[in-house]
């Protein structure tokens, strides 16, 4: 049976802007800025990394962007066709803008996630080389703003990472920095290893004693916001596990559950306002787990909807009952916990 052809709705966005890369990227991640928390303001400006899956016989890069001019795209139904139509000039004022400078990587960025450090914008990256780099993001970020710092930076051709880490031995996904400690990173790879990384004066200090506890690859990692010694991971090996860096790497597993998802556990975030890791896995489902409950293997909520792997979830950092996900099947669910089901649904869970 042939799937059907899903259509986008463009009235269910406040503003949709779409770009295009010239390579494939697996990961991005958005840059937080100075511009202001929460703004409603049009036009938008928005910074973001992130890292190409080139052909072989092509380059690999970080790609930092700058996006502005993005204004509100949805409209109300115009009454008047003089009102409808827009002039050329108007057009033209309206389109966003792109400007990107490209660093190069070594192999394809598995993963990359950035976080400011006092003046800076650091980035992580995962390499399917099996190293993790560590970039300095304030030279591309300078020229996506000012094309004269971009012609000298396409000039110069040239920015080496920071630091960058061997010690994996095969490649991996999960990276995650903390929010609560500037520097501190967790890396996990394909080998089922988990390494944390702590800043030091000259670098970066990475314990070459891996977490252990999964049996299989690890697919992320998320530290919690509020404790600044705890992270979770989930692994291909179903499971979910939370850590404490307190502990040495071999007595860190505080808690696990076992068979969180019946395949893959993809994703895992943490709600930042209430004691909730919300998960998606290869089986479609997206599951909510209260930490204090967690040793139960029982999740407090089960959402059916997507029809295959689930591929990211996040909370809403305003909204501690809302969160999305996004799923293979190329849609983006939106969930709130606080609406109540009607009877109808109510009915179908128990099976009446």
């Not at 910074?47 to 204004?71: D, H, R, W, Y």
């Not at 690890?218 to 499971?239: G, H, K, L, R, Y």
Request: glycine share 4%.
């Amino acid at each position: 049976m042939e799937e059907d052809e899903l259509v986008m709705d463009q009235s269910a966005y406040e503003m949709y802007h779409q770009a295009q890369t010239n390579s494939p990227c697996l990961s991005f991640d958005i840059i937080s800025d100075d511009l202001g928390q929460n703004r409603s303001d049009y036009p938008h400006t928005c910074f973001m990394v992130s890292g190409t899956q080139a052909e072989p016989t092509q380059p690999n890069n970080l790609i930092v962007m700058k996006m502005s001019n993005l204004k509100r795209t949805f409209k109300e139904q115009k009454e008047d066709d003089e009102d409808e139509s827009d002039s050329d000039s108007e057009d033209e004022d309206e389109k966003p803008e792109l400007e990107a400078a490209l660093v190069r990587h070594s192999g394809t960025v598995n993963r990359v996630r950035a976080t400011r450090f006092d003046d800076k914008v650091l980035a992580a990256t995962w390499s399917e080389l099996g190293r993790v780099y560590i970039w300095d993001l304030t030279e591309p970020l300078q020229a996506v703003s000012d094309s004269k710092l971009m012609s000298e930076f396409v000039k110069k051709n040239s920015q080496l990472p920071l630091f960058q880490f061997n010690g994996h031995q095969t490649e991996g996904f999960a990276l995650d920095w903390s929010s609560n400690v500037k520097g501190q990173l967790a890396t996990g790879d394909c080998n089922k290893n988990i390494h944390v990384w702590t800043m030091i004066d000259n670098g970066w200090m990475v314990d070459q004693r891996p977490f252990v506890g999964h049996t299989n690859s690890i697919e992320d990692i998320q530290w919690s916001p509020n404790e600044p010694t705890v992270f979770a991971s989930c692994s291909s090996d179903q499971s979910i596990r939370v850590w404490d860096i307190r502990a040495s790497p071999l007595k860190a597993n505080m808690l696990t559950c076992d068979q969180a998802h019946s395949n893959d556990v993809n994703v895992i975030n943490w709600n930042k306002n209430e004691p909730f890791i919300v998960s998606g896995g290869d089986d479609s489902q997206i599951k909510i787990w209260d930490l204090r409950l967690f040793k139960d293997n029982r999740p407090v909520g089960i959402f059916k909807y997507h029809t295959k792997p689930i591929t990211s979830v996040e909370w809403n950092t305003n909204d501690s009952t809302v969160f999305a996900a996004s799923s293979e099947d190329n849609q983006l669910s939106i969930w709130d916990l606080a609406v109540e089901k009607d009877d109808q649904e109510q009915m179908n869970d128990d099976g009446m």
